[in-house]
């Protein structure tokens, strides 16, 4: 088992508000370099631009929630 596999084994018996406590220092331990807003916005304007254009199509609020797992749950 993996060092990761093995922390996230562990933070199952963790209460709701303790997981959420160490997501968010999970992802303050990334850095500022992980959350570029110029590169977020760009992507923004991309994934618009596919909208926009056709060449994707919108999800609707109840797809989008089908669509969401939680880790636990089987795919």
């Known amino acids: 088992m993996t060092a990761a596999a093995a922390v996230a084994a562990l933070m199952l018996d963790l209460s709701n508000q303790d ?9 303050d331990s990334l850095g500022d370099s992980t959350w570029d807003d110029d590169e977020l916005s760009r992507l ?20 989008f929630l089908a669509g969401v797992r939680r880790p636990s749950q089987p795919q």
Do not use: K, M, P, W
Not at 51 to 56: D, K, M, P, Q, R
């Open 44 to 63: 923004a304007d991309e994934r618009d631009a596919e909208l926009e254009s056709g060449a994707v199509a919108a999800l609707s609020y109840e797809e």
């Open 19 to 27: 997981r959420a406590r160490l997501a968010v220092e999970l992802i």
